[in-house]
């Protein structure tokens, strides 16, 4: 079974007070026995092989040579095996399937597709190839599945992207995006966020942490992602949530083991896939009116999910969400800072990207939001983002902008691994007006 705990980040909420916030952490946590399940997994490469892949790279080599270089060192490292799939797709202007999905074992096969990714030169079209990987994964039930992209520039058809990306989020398909060069960094986070899947940037240099990768580093990552659909024993997961009136949904954010916001469009909401022998952990964000004393009912939620291992799918009934509304108690109720960490590293990536907007025409106020970005960061531990954080501060003061490469890498780096809390973390006895400029409200 998967095991679901709800906690709110307050015990009780103040009776007939209006404009109140509500954060509740969802943790999901797969059962021994699920976590003891191999999944069967069906993964697809998506490849840019337009004409800008043909430059070179800081190794002396094109891009493309470093993609199928580091193709070929998965195939020949892999620790797949037969019950394993692999495709391969590659799109520019036009957008074909160089291989269908193919028992990883079958490295003959692998290794002859991966030499075509050479053949190939146009513009960029990524709507194309994801429409194949889409055709090709979508009708794959009970697996481990996953689309990995990895594109260098801008694409023509962003708007389908963001189209074809619905549908991936409805078929349960994660998308993984690696961009390297001057692509589109607000696509690539749209696409990771709406289907539950993660970000790289690929750089050409040293990488300073968080979602920033060396591309010389490139074979590494690839291999990782493997094997991370290989022990995401739970997948599919949707979340189905009614609330009662004056209760609205604002926001559902992962927030471990890295950052995604999940958008509020549609029911079921597609939350993505929990990993064997951890924790994954959500924040759901709720406005709630006055209400006057009492214990009330504000919401009922439930999951449905994949358990590919065990060829079989689960449901966590409706659950209940219940609050305590005290009246005369303003200030008193202590927040847990369990959540009130994760709601941290949430808001990080608010700072970052206002930041991140308003640099070139007030570099003083973005240096000022990124010093504020800094200092939670460094109360919570997550180093890589401090390294990100010191360099584009340095930069904004200095040269009164953000680079284009400084941009992708604090916008996308709010997006990575974040730190895991305890219920111990943070709890140094916050303030309100802390609690208030952390929460907003």
């Known amino acids: 079974m998967l095991n679901v705990t709800l906690t709110p980040h307050l015990e009780f909420l103040s009776a007939d007070k209006a404009g109140q916030k509500l954060f509740v952490m ?56 037969a019950r394993d799939r692999i495709a391969l797709v590659q799109f520019d202007d036009s957008a074909s399937i160089l291989l269908p999905l193919t028992p990883a074992t079958d490295r003959d096969r692998l290794d002859n597709a991966i030499s075509q990714l050479r053949d190939f030169s146009g513009g960029t079209c990524m709507a194309l190839g994801m429409e194949q990987a889409l055709s090709l994964l979508q009708n794959s039930d009970l697996t481990s599945r996953r689309t990995l992209i990895f594109t260098d520039g801008q694409t023509f058809d962003e708007s389908d992207c963001r189209e074809l990306a619905v549908k991936f989020a409805q078929s349960g398909i994660p998308i993984t995006a690696l961009g390297v060069g001057d692509y589109n960094e607000d696509l690539l986070i749209h696409l990771s966020d709406r289907t539950g899947g993660q970000l790289f940037n690929v750089i050409e240099g040293q990488s300073q942490g968080g979602t920033d990768i060396s591309i010389a580093d490139l074979p590494n990552t690839i291999f990782q992602q493997l094997q991370d659909v290989q022990t995401e024993v739970v997948n599919n997961l949707k979340l189905n949530l009614k609330t009662v009136q004056g209760v609205d949904l604002q926001r559902i954010s992962r927030v471990y083991p890295d950052r995604a916001d999940i958008p509020l469009d549609q029911q079921p909401y597609f939350i993505g896939s929990a990993q064997a022998h951890d924790d994954t952990v959500f924040l759901l964000e709720f406005d709630i009116d006055s209400r006057a004393g009492s214990r ?62 308003i640099a070139d025409q007030n570099p003083d106020q973005a240096a000022q939001l990124l010093e504020t970005a800094k200092r939670v960061t460094v109360k919570i531990g997550n180093d890589a983002m401090v390294q990100s954080l010191n360099l584009s501060i340095d930069e904004v003061r200095k040269t009164r902008k953000l680079s284009a490469g400084t941009r992708k890498t604090v916008k996308m780096g709010a997006k990575g691994k974040t730190v895991k809390m305890t219920s111990d973390d943070l709890n140094n006895g916050l303030s309100q007006d802390q609690i208030r400029e952390i929460s907003g409200t």
């Open 26 to 81: 969802v943790k999901l946590r797969p059962s021994s026995d699920i976590s003891a399940s191999r999944p069967t997994t069906s993964f697809s490469f998506v490849i840019d092989t337009s004409g800008s892949m043909y430059d070179s790279s800081e190794l002396g080599k094109a891009k493309i040579d470093v993609v199928i270089e580091a193709l070929e060192q998965l195939i020949s490292s892999s620790q797949s095996d």
């Open 296 to 357: 009330v009912r504000i919401a009922q939620l439930g999951l449905t999910y994949d358990i590919p291992g065990q060829q079989r799918r689960g449901e966590l009934p409706p659950q209940n969400l219940i609050v305590q509304f005290v009246p005369g108690q303003t200030g008193m109720a202590q927040p847990n800072p369990e959540v009130m960490g994760y709601l941290q590293q949430c808001n990080i990536g608010q700072l970052v990207d206002r930041a991140a907007t």
